[in-house]
């Protein structure tokens, strides 16, 4: 089934733009509005339970922490969003010569040992 003529894969200022790039910059986005949003947690009000909500939100989304970091130490201004945008993209970019491995898995967790299974105590 095709989108019909008149969806916003064919209306004028989107001409060029592929789904994946749109979901990339849509990542984006949200991975700069996180940053922003920890920083006036973390800094900002030093609030604890906001921090840890937010830093949950961003396991769920599988985002890699490194990426945040990235943009929390970065040294630009956090109100700055092309600042944020071009760090990030740097980062990106680093990234796209490395292996793939995503910041939340269990080895990376561990320092890269993976944990030995827990003995199960059997009352038999």
């Not at 991975?31 to 909500?53: F, H, K, N, P, T």
């Amino acid at each position: 089934m095709t989108a019909p003529s008149s969806s916003c894969t064919n209306r004028p200022g989107r001409a060029g733009v592929s789904s994946d790039s749109f979901a990339t910059r849509k990542e984006q986005a949200l991975v700069i509005l996180l940053a922003q949003q920890l920083v006036d947690a973390q800094i900002g009000r030093a609030d604890a339970q906001a921090s840890q909500a937010l830093w949950d939100e961003v396991a769920e989304l599988n985002i890699d922490p490194d990426r945040i970091i990235h943009l929390l130490y970065g040294g630009e201004e956090v109100s700055d969003r092309t600042a944020l945008k071009e760090r990030d993209d740097s980062w990106l970019s680093a990234q796209q010569g490395s292996p793939q491995q995503r910041g939340w898995s269990l080895q990376r967790l561990h320092l890269g040992r993976p944990r030995r299974p827990q003995i199960a105590l059997s009352p038999v």
